[in-house]
């Protein structure tokens, strides 16, 4: 295309929504880093917290091994959790498999995985409710924040990090990160 020439109605176009987006995210503020330091990647449902896991966890793979949906694998010799293709169904398999205690039996059934929603995200405005529908914890509303936008909620008592939530969007605007840490119930 010669610099002479001026762009089409449609390339115009297209150009405005991409240098649009551009803008905006310059535009965005700076967000503030957490003060508490989180675990960088999400282990297996009744894992221990993060400092006894990784002393305890030898790296032996029974728990990868035994996953019947393939949603761990080893990371620097310890298991690592990724929900990408199907949600974790809290089976206990990998801490049945688990030889070493840093997966047991006490420890609550949850991920740690929180979900992030993008700011595109079309049940901001009222026309989808897929995660919310298909949250088997019912830990997800959206609720009306102070300025009238909708903002989706997780109540983190109820949500045990499944994924579901993520499988739900078909547009891929939800995300899940690492949130907390694990603390240890009464009796181990």
């Given at each position: 295309?010669?610099?002479?020439?001026?762009?089409?109605?449609?390339?115009?176009?297209?150009?405005?929504?991409?240098?649009?987006?551009?803008?905006?995210?310059?535009?965005?503020?700076?967000?503030?880093?957490?003060?508490?330091?989180?675990?960088?990647?999400?282990?297996?449902?009744?894992?221990?917290?993060?400092?006894?896991?990784?002393?305890?966890?030898?790296?032996?793979?029974?728990?990868?091994?035994?996953?019947?949906?393939?949603?761990?694998?080893?990371?620097?010799?310890?298991?690592?959790?990724?929900?990408?293709?199907?949600?974790?169904?809290?089976?206990?398999?990998?801490?049945?498999?688990?030889?070493?205690?840093?997966l047991r039996d006490k420890?609550?059934?949850?991920?740690?995985?929180?979900?992030?929603?993008?700011?595109?995200?079309l049940g901001r405005q009222?026309?989808?409710?897929?995660?919310?529908?298909?949250?088997?914890?019912?830990?997800l509303s959206f609720q009306?924040?102070?300025?009238?936008?909708?903002?989706?909620?997780?109540?983190?008592?109820?949500?045990?990090?499944?994924?579901?939530?993520?499988?739900?969007?078909?547009?891929?605007?939800?995300?899940?990160?690492?949130?907390?840490?694990?603390?240890?119930?009464?009796?181990?």
């Open positions: 295309m010669n610099n002479d020439q001026q762009l089409s109605a449609q390339g115009n176009s297209r150009r405005r929504l991409l240098t649009g987006w551009l803008d905006r995210s310059k535009a965005l503020p700076e967000q503030d880093t957490p003060s508490v330091t989180l675990p960088a990647v999400a282990r297996p449902p009744q894992a221990l917290p993060e400092a006894l896991f990784s002393a305890l966890c030898n790296g032996c793979g029974g728990c990868v091994s035994s996953c019947p949906y393939g949603l761990l694998s080893l990371e620097q010799s310890k298991p690592v959790l990724s929900i990408d293709f199907t949600e974790c169904d809290v089976c206990r398999k990998c801490t049945t498999a688990c030889q070493t205690g840093a420890m609550p059934c949850d991920t740690l995985l929180r979900p992030q929603i993008s700011h595109s995200c009222d026309s989808c409710r897929m995660c919310t529908i298909n949250c088997p914890q019912q830990a009306l924040s102070e300025n009238g936008a909708r903002q989706l909620q997780c109540d983190d008592t109820l949500c045990n990090g499944c994924g579901l939530c993520k499988l739900s969007c078909f547009h891929g605007h939800i995300s899940l990160a690492a949130s907390g840490e694990k603390s240890l119930p009464e009796q181990l």
